[in-house]
Structure formats: C-alpha cells, structure tokens
C-alpha cells in the first residue's frame, strides 16, 4: 500500500472516531434573512481540525453535508446564498497533505432548497477522458494551419593549411561567433574551424571565415603574408549540416 492511500486510510479513520468524539466547539452560522431559522453551519472542534459543513432549506431539511479538515491536508466546503439567504452553491474542496488525491465538487441549489446540478473534478477523472460531469465546449473542427518555421542548417568550417608555415587561425568558429578560439595547423594539416548555423541556401558560408578568421604564421621570425581562400570544396555532412572548406595560403 502507498503511503498517499495509508494517508488516506488514515484520515478516514480520524474521521470516523476523533472527528465524532470530540463535540464542536466553534460554529459558524448563516440565516434565512433576519430570522433565526440556519441556513448553513460549519462547526469545528475545541482544536479547529475536524468538523462539518450542512445546509438546510427553510423547514430545516438538511439538504447538505460534508467533513471539514484543517490537519493533514485540507477538506472545506465554501457556500454562497441568494439575497433571501437561502443556500445557492456549496462548492467543496479536499486533498491530502502529501499525495496527489485531490477532489472538488460544486453542489447547486434552488432558493427552496432543491439541488439542481451537481458537478465534481478528482485526480483519478483527470487522468482519463471525460473528467468533468459538466459539458464541455467541443473544440473548433478545422485548426489553423501552424505558422511556418525557417529551417536552420548548419555550416561546418574546415582549414587546410598550404602554406610552409605552422599557422595560429583566431576566431575560429565554435557554435558562437562572440567566443573567440584557436585553431593551430602544421603545414598540410587540416580541422574543423567551428561551425555556425544559417539558412539553407548557405549563402553566409562563402564570406564570412575571410571576415572574421585571423592567420599567425607561427614558429618563425619572418612576417607571412597569409590568406584564406575558398570555399575550395563543399560536401553534404547529414540532412542540414554542410562542411566547407578554405585553404590557407
């Protein structure tokens, strides 16, 4: 047995005996207008954890009842009244302090006391079709077609160093181009600069590693003059990705 049903078992229990043992001691009271006739009452014991909520019509029928809990959880009954101050909607409420096994309920009156509707939601309806027993609005038949979506494709950047130098390309790509980063490459090395994503005519692929990527001859005293060529060469990596490649001369 899960602890939420041992709960439950247990409330139940408490209910049953410390709930009736005790006589309540704090009552609240609602009228028929100016008359001392009850409409409502919800009494709680000395400690003002167990009770009950009751409505009556004006012969004093009980037309209502259910528990009050303020321990372990919570189980309260709201009522609202029409102008005579006869009872309109009991509206109730209960779940446990640990667990998932709440319950509402919405109980309506007539002004002479009649129930003329009564409606409930509980987390075992909720989990099925139909959880309401009030009707629910059908949904439209014909849904709006979604908007349409950019696809995103990704260009890989791949250096091939050509030159005779060992060469430090900064600024390589790296999923984003605020973050700068380094690439090294001994002569006829090659690696994957980063890569950004773009729209699927790759149109942004072909300018931008010129743009942003800055050659370092590496290992030498002399200044090269280095440069990026290309793309020399594309090819498909996957559905959306594309590999280009620049050289370094």
């Not at 139909?130 to 349409?148: D, I, M, T, W």
């Not at 149109?203 to 002399?222: C, D, H």
């Amino acid at each position: 047995m899960t602890m939420a049903r041992l709960l439950c078992v247990w409330i139940l229990w408490m209910l049953a005996t410390v709930g009736q043992a005790q006589p309540f001691s704090q009552c609240k009271y609602t009228y028929f207008g100016k008359t001392k006739l009850v409409s409502t009452s919800i009494c709680l014991d000395k400690d003002g954890r167990w009770g009950e909520a009751r409505a009556f019509d004006r012969q004093g029928k009980q037309i209502y009842h259910n528990d009050e809990r303020r321990i372990a959880g919570h189980a309260n009954t709201h009522f609202s009244f029409y102008p005579s101050g006869a009872v309109h909607k009991a509206e109730y409420s209960s779940a446990p302090d640990a667990g998932i096994q709440w319950y509402r309920s919405v109980t309506t009156f007539s002004e002479t006391g009649e129930q003329i509707h009564f409606s409930k939601q509980s987390h075992d309806e909720m989990r099925g079709p139909g959880y309401f027993l009030e009707q629910l609005p059908e949904p439209p038949k014909h849904q709006p077609p979604p908007s349409a979506c950019v696809e995103v494709h990704l260009a890989e950047v791949w250096l091939v160093n050509k030159s005779r130098f060992a060469v430090k390309a900064t600024g390589a790509y790296t999923g984003s181009l605020a973050d700068p980063a380094s690439l090294t490459l001994a002569p006829g090395d090659s690696g994957r600069g980063g890569a950004f994503t773009t729209s699927p005519n790759y149109e942004m692929a072909a300018g931008w590693p010129q743009s942003r990527i800055k050659l370092e001859a590496v290992g030498t005293r002399r200044r090269a003059r280095l440069r990026l060529v290309g793309p020399y060469r594309t090819e498909g990596h996957g559905p959306r990705a594309r590999r280009f490649w620049y050289a370094i001369q």
